[in-house]
Nanobody, 114 residues
Framework: QVQLVESGGGLVQAGGSLRLSCVAS????????MGWYRQAPGKQRELVAT???????NYADSVKGRFAISRDNAKNTMYLQMNSLKPEDTAVYYC????????WGRGTQVTVSS
């Protein structure tokens, strides 16, 4: 059974930092392309960042220079370090894995107050 479990969300003031984690089970983590997506109220889900099995990263323009995605294949865990948070970063953040099939976590809420 595949499980992607996010944690680390919460309420933070603008300019603050949070670190999200996604622990995966039931997938071949080390070969999977992993990613973070987010969905704000009334908006479509959007890409935040992805990381390949080889460690190559890709970021949405809106988070470049502020967010950093990483992975620990030994722990089947992906991270998202979020710095200089802005109110517009407020959303539910979802973990995604891609290896022939897409899997999603249930999400973790990030709220940034101004």
């Amino acid at each position: 059974q595949v499980q992607l479990v996010e944690s680390g969300g919460g309420l933070v003031q603008a300019g603050g930092s949070l670190r999200l984690s996604c622990v995966a089970s039931g997938i071949i983590f080390r070969f999977s392309v992993m990613g973070w997506y987010r969905q704000a109220p009334g908006k479509q889900r959007e890409l935040v960042a992805t990381i390949t099995s080889g460690g190559s990263t890709n970021y949405a323009d809106s988070v470049k220079g502020r967010f950093a995605i990483s992975r620990d294949n030994a722990k089947n865990t992906m991270y998202l370090q979020m710095n200089s948070l802005k109110p517009e970063d407020t959303a539910v953040y979802y973990c995604n894995s891609k290896l022939a099939v897409d899997y999603w976590g249930r999400g973790t809420q990030v709220t940034v107050s101004s």
